[in-house]
Nanobody, 120 residues
Framework: VQLAESGGGLVQPGGSLRLSCATNGFTFNMAAMAWARQAPGKGLEWVSGIHSDGMTYYADSVKGRFTMSRDNTKNTVYLQMNSLKPEDTALYFC???????????????RGQGTQVTVSS
């Protein structure tokens, strides 16, 4: 199983970034996927999730600003992040969601992450 994130970087407050997570080694179109993040000195925070049918869920902190999607033809999930705030600064990673478990501490398979820094 492999998950590889890309698309992070430095952006000014109010800006946008689109993260990608390319995967292989499992039946992607049957898997629920998630994005989570870890800010410096803090614990893991679940950000968003998507079921195999495309239904999405978001943390209150990002609802209305972030959009998660998936492309089953490319085995890839995306996270479009708009109206970014300094408090969004974190290492973002994607993960395979165990059945019925959104808790990021329970993810067995996750990528290395991509750094997002929001600063002027």
């Amino acid at each position: 199983v492999q998950l590889a994130e890309s698309g992070g970087g430095l952006v000014q407050p109010g800006g946008s970034l689109r993260l990608s997570c390319a995967t292989n080694g499992f039946t992607f179109n049957m898997a629920a996927m998630a994005w989570a993040r870890q800010a410096p000195g803090k614990g893991l925070e679940w950000v968003s999730g998507i079921h195999s049918d495309g239904m999405t869920y978001y943390a209150d902190s990002v609802k209305g600003r972030f959009t998660m999607s998936r492309d089953n033809t490319k085995n890839t999930v995306y996270l479009q992040m708009n109206s970014l705030k300094p408090e969004d600064t974190a290492l973002y990673f994607c993960a395979i969601v165990p059945p019925g478990e959104w808790n990021p501490y329970e993810y067995d398979y996750r990528g290395q992450g991509t750094q997002v820094t929001v600063s002027s």
